[in-house]
């Protein structure tokens, strides 16, 4: 089993930046692609970001393109959500995921094989 746990959310006004981390343990080598997805209240989970296994290939949802950067360390077994511009359309509970095999549709749930339990984004106007 993957264990994944993020970090870093919280509450901050429009403009303001937030860096969520996503630490990954147990059986690290099924984390060949790692994402990050959102939900917010009365909507339906959504794709925000996924990153390959070397970071060469990243893939953004067109709304958070420009502001949001996915990154990560496997050395660190960590895998970041650099978000800048925060807007409050941004506010959501976030998550990330990781796949045991590579893929080339990121924005899909279903490739996804392990979750966090998400960490709360709120920003405020």
């Known amino acids: 089993q993957v264990q994944l746990v993020e970090s870093g959310g919280g509450l901050v006004q429009a403009g303001d930046s937030l860096r969520l981390s996503c630490a990954a343990s147990?059986?690290?080598?099924?984390?060949?692609?790692m994402g990050w997805f959102r939900q917010a209240p009365g909507k339906e989970r959504e794709f925000v970001a996924g990153?390959?296994?070397?970071?060469?290939?990243?893939q953004y949802e067109d709304s958070v393109k420009g502001r949001f950067t996915i990154s990560r360390d496997n050395a660190k077994n960590t895998v970041y959500l650099q978000m800048n511009s925060l807007k409050p359309e941004d506010t959501a509970v976030y998550y990330c995921?990781?796949?045991?095999?590579?893929?080339?549709?990121?924005?899909?749930?279903?490739?996804?094989?392990?979750w966090g339990q998400g960490t709360q984004v709120t920003v405020s106007s």
């Open positions: 995921a990781a796949a045991r095999f590579g893929v080339t549709t990121y924005t899909l749930e279903s490739r996804y094989d392990y």
């Open positions: 990153i390959n296994l070397s970071g060469s290939m990243t």
């Open positions: 147990g059986r690290t080598s099924s984390t060949y692609v």
